[in-house]
């Protein structure tokens, strides 16, 4: 079976926490806000709209009804499908959450199929794949709004991500994707965005060479890409 989750967070950093979760199993979905015990900042608010008053009287993850479910689905038969898994499932495990079956990141996996692409954001892919097209139908058959940055819409959106895909690679091909790095051959941003990373590598690589030592933050897909480049394989 195919679990498509999403996460809302207080943040993007080692600190941060869960405050909002999204499950959809078939055609049944699970939502629920999470106490993370710590404070909501600003920025994040700007973003899922959730805040410390929306999660003060919240159940803490490991108390909560959607952990109860999410933990019943966690078999090894059973595939998680998230848009950016490695975070989604990063924030799990901060719980004390670990998924025991295998893992389809449609991000990565877009990146890997359709690397010719402006943008990968699953709201990019949204307008990008043409998904608007089908939205309202499939969103009323889950009886669901769309509203982005929701947990349970951005969950929504990623099977619908995944359906396309799945056009161009079975099952079994985007797990093994989601295991993989990807090589990615134009850089996402920067002076040379756009540009493909093998051409940047033979004229300014001391650039790219910056990026690497500046960005600590930065996917881990570029930052493969950028060094298998750099060491002109």
Not at 17 to 46: M, Q, W, Y
Not at 186 to 209: Q, S, V
Request: hydrophobic share 40%.
């Amino acid at each position: 079976m195919l679990i498509f989750i999403d996460t809302e967070t207080t943040g993007l950093d080692l600190k941060d926490r869960i405050c909002a979760l999204g499950v959809i199993e078939d055609h049944t979905t699970h939502f629920e806000r999470i106490n993370p015990g710590k404070k909501i900042p600003p920025a994040a608010s700007a973003i899922h709209h959730i805040t410390n008053e929306m999660v003060s009287d919240a159940p803490s993850f490991g108390q909560s009804d959607i952990y109860e479910k999410l933990k019943a689905l966690n078999t090894p038969e059973n595939i998680l499908v998230s848009h950016n898994a490695p975070f989604d499932v990063a924030m799990l495990e901060k719980e004390g959450f670990t998924w025991q079956g295998s893992i389809i990141d449609t991000l990565k996996c877009s990146k890997s199929l359709m690397d010719d692409l402006e943008g990968y954001s699953l709201q990019f892919l949204r307008y990008e794949l043409r998904l608007y097209r089908e939205e309202a139908n499939v969103f009323e058959a889950h009886n669901l709004p769309i509203i982005p940055h929701h947990a349970l819409s951005d969950a929504l959106h990623t099977k619908m991500v995944l359906e396309y895909l799945l056009d161009l690679a079975d099952i079994e091909r985007l797990i093994e994707i989601s295991k993989s790095y990807v090589l990615l051959t134009r850089l996402p941003f920067g002076k040379y965005a756009k540009k493909r990373i093998e051409e940047i590598a033979l004229k300014d690589p001391a650039y790219l060479k910056w990026m690497v030592e500046s960005l600590m933050d930065m996917d881990e897909d570029l930052r493969y890409s950028i060094d298998y480049y750099l060491r002109g394989k």
